[in-house]
C-alpha cells in the first residue's frame, strides 16, 4: 500500500512494498531546552538549523512541532511551517494533539503534509479526522484510546481497528491511514518491543497499511540507547513498519542497510548514494 506526502518539486511515496521512509524528529521541544527556548524567543534561525541538518542526514519528510508550555501554539505553528517550508523542500509532518494547531498549520502547509496524529478517543477523532478529510491528507493513528495505552498486540490492534472504521466511514481512503502502533521502554517492561511487533503483524495482516514507529522511545533510561534502537528499528522493518519518526543523522545509515540487506534497495543503489554523500572525506 502506498501513502503519498509531496510537496513542490518532492513527492515520497510512503510504501508497504519500498524503501523505508525517515521522517526527522528534531523539531520537537519535548525534553530540548534549546529548542522550547528558540520557540519562545522566536528564534527562527535556530529551528531552520535543524531542519536543513536534518534533510542532511537523509530525512525525507520533516515532522513539526511547537508544544511549548505558555504560547501561542496556533500563531506559532503557522510561523515555524512557514519559515521550514522556506528553508527545505521536503514534504512536512504536522504534529500537535491541537486539532485548531492541526488546522492551522493545514492552512498554511504548502504540497500534501502528514498529520500526526489523532487516536482512539473519540474526542480526537471527531476534531482531527474531519480535517483530514477536507484537506485530503494522510495522518498516523496512534493506538491508545480512552483507556491509555493497551498492554498487548489484540487490544492495540482493535483501536487501530476502530481508527481505520472511522475514517471509512467518513470517505476517508485506507491508503491515507499510517498505524504507530507505540513503544513503551524495555527498561520497564521487557516484553514492550515484543508487543509492539506483535501489533504491527496483526495490523499488516488485516489491513495492509503502511506503519509508522517512533523508535527511540524503547530505550528510553538504559544505557547505549542508540544500540537498543538500531535493533528494535531492524526488528521492526522486518516485521512490516515502513516509516519512522526518528534520528536521520544517528540512525540513516541503519535504515539504509537494512533495506539493502530486505531486498528493497536495487544494486545498493540507496545505500551507495547515502554512503558517498556522508562518509567522512579525505583531506589528504
Known sequence: MKTTVARDPVTVTIDTEGPF???????????????????????????????????????????VNVGVPGIDEVATIKDVIGVVADAVDVPLCIDSPSHE????????????????????EETSMQAILPLVKEYDVPVI??????????????????????????????????????IDPLVLTVGADSNAARVTLDTIGLVTEEYGVNINLG?????????????????????????????AI????????TIKAADLLR??????????????????????
Request: hydrophobic share 40%.
Open 101 to 120: 494547531a492541526v488546522a492551522a498549520a493545514l492552512s498554511v502547509c504548502p504540497g500534501r503534509p502528514l498529520v500526526n496524529s489523532v487516536n482512539g
Open 263 to 284: 531486498g528493497r534497495d536495487p544494486h545498493g543503489m540507496r545505500y551507495i548514494k547515502y554512503y558517498r554523500a556522508h562518509s567522512p572525506k579525505d583531506d589528504g
Open 21 to 63: 521512509t525517515i521522517i526527522g524528529e528534531k523539531i520537537n521541544p519535548t525534553g530540548r531546552k534549546k529548542l522550547q527556548a528558540a520557540i519562545k524567543e522566536k528564534n527562527y534561525d535556530y529551528v531552520v538549523s535543524l531542519a536543513v541538518a536534518q534533510v542532511e542526514a537523509g530525512a525525507e519528510i520533516l515532522d
Open 141 to 178: 493513528g496512534l493506538t491508545l484510546d480512552e483507556d491509555g495505552i493497551p498492554e498487548d498486540g489484540p487490544a492495540r490492534f482493535a483501536v487501530a481497528r476502530k481508527i481505520i472504521e472511522r475514517a471509512d466511514s467518513l470517505g476517508i481512503p485506507i491508503e491515507n491511514i499510517i
Open 215 to 243: 523508535a527511540s522511545n524503547v530505550s528510553f533510561g538504559l544505557p547505549d540507547r542508540h544500540t537498543l534502537n538500531q535493533a528494535f528499528l531492524g526488528l521492526g522493518m522486518g516485521a512490516g513498519a515502513s516509516c
Open 246 to 253: 526518528t534520528d536521520a543523522a544517528k540512525l540513516a545509515p
